[in-house]
C-alpha cells in the first residue's frame, strides 16, 4: 500500500490497542524489523524467480536494463530488467535498488547484474530518461555501456512527447499548468469553496470529480490533472463567474 517502513512503529502498536484480546499482544515488528523482513525473505525469493525466469532452460535470455535515478539526498538508484519469455510474454522485473550518496552508475549496474550472476554480454538495449547523464556523448551512463557491444539505446518516449507538448503549450494564450495549480490551490485551502462548487455541481447536474492536483516534479500528472479539469470546467466556470 506504499507505506514507509516508519508507519509500522505506531501500526503495530495501535493493533495492539485495537485487539487487546488476541495473538497481537506480543507482535513485535516496528520499522527495523520491517525493513529487514522485506529485504532479506520476499526480496531474494522475488530476485531468484527473475534469474529462474531468464535462465530460459539451459540457454540465457536477453533482457533490457533500465535505470531511474533520483538526484535528491541519499539517491536512490532501481535497477530494472525487461524480457520476453513465451509463457509471460513481455516481463518488467527489479533486481536491485542502490540508495548511496556517492557512487559510479555504470559500475552499479555491471555490480549489480554481476552480484545475481548476470551479464551485460546478455544486454540488447539500456533504458533511461533523455538526460546528458544518461544519454551525453561523452562519459554518460550509455557510452559507458557501449562499450559492450550492440547495445541499443532506449530513450524514454513518453518524456519526448511530454516535452513537445510543453513546447506547444507556450503557443496557448494562458499557461495552463498555473492554471490547474492556483484552481486546485483555491479549493484545497477553503472547505467553505468546495461546498459550493459541489452545489454548482447539483445545479448544473454534472457528476461531481475531485478537482486533482498537479505536481510539477511528477510530469505525468499534468495529463491526469487537464482531463480532469477539462471534466468539471462548465461547473468550475460557472463558480467563479457567479
Known amino acids: 500500500h506504499n507505506l514507509s517502513y516508519s508507519s509500522m512503529d505506531c501500526g503495530v502498536k495501535l493493533t495492539q490497542k485495537i485487539f487487546d484480546d488476541s495473538g497481537s499482544i506480543g507482535l513485535s515488528c516496528g520499522r527495523t524489523k520491517a525493513e529487514s523482513l522485506v529485504k532479506n525473505v520476499p526480496a531474494p525469493e522475488a530476485v531468484s524467480q527473475v534469474l529462474l525466469a531468464l535462465s ?25 530488467v525487461q524480457f520476453f519469455t513465451p509463457q509471460d510474454s513481455l516481463l518488467n522485473r527489479m533486481i536491485d535498488f542502490v540508495e548511496k550518496s556517492r557512487w559510479n552508475q555504470q559500475m552499479c ?18 533504458g533511461a530518461d533523455n538526460t546528458n547523464v544518461n544519454y551525453g556523448i561523452h562519459n554518460s551512463m550509455y557510452t559507458d555501456l557501449k562499450k559492450h557491444e550492440n547495445l541499443l539505446q532506449g530513450n524514454c ?7 513537445a507538448v510543453r513546447r506547444a ?16 490551490g483555491f479549493f484545497s485551502v477553503s472547505a ?7 452545489e454548482f455541481f447539483d445545479f448544473l447536474d454534472v457528476q461531481w470529480r475531485e478537482i486533482l492536483r498537479r505536481v510539477t516534479t511528477r510530469w505525468l500528472s499534468l ?20
Open 56 to 80: 530460459g532452460d539451459g540457454k540465457p535470455l536477453p533482457f533490457a536494463v533500465q535505470t531511474d535515478a533520483s538526484n535528491k539526498g541519499n539517491r536512490k538508484f532501481p535497477i530494472a
Open 109 to 126: 549496474i555491471t555490480n549489480s547484474l554481476e552480484n545475481v550472476g548476470l551479464s551485460l554480454d546478455n544486454v540488447p538495449a539500456f
Open 157 to 163: 518516449r513518453a518524456h519526448i512527447v511530454h516535452n
Open 169 to 184: 503549450l507556450n503557443e496557448l494564450s494562458v499557461d495552463i499548468e498555473t492554471v490547474v495549480l492556483k484552481v486546485y
Open 192 to 198: 467553505k469553496g468546495r461546498e459550493d462548487l459541489k
Open 223 to 242: 495529463n491526469p490533472a487537464v482531463s480532469r479539469m477539462l471534466q468539471n470546467w462548465v461547473a468550475i466556470k460557472s463558480y467563479f463567474i457567479s
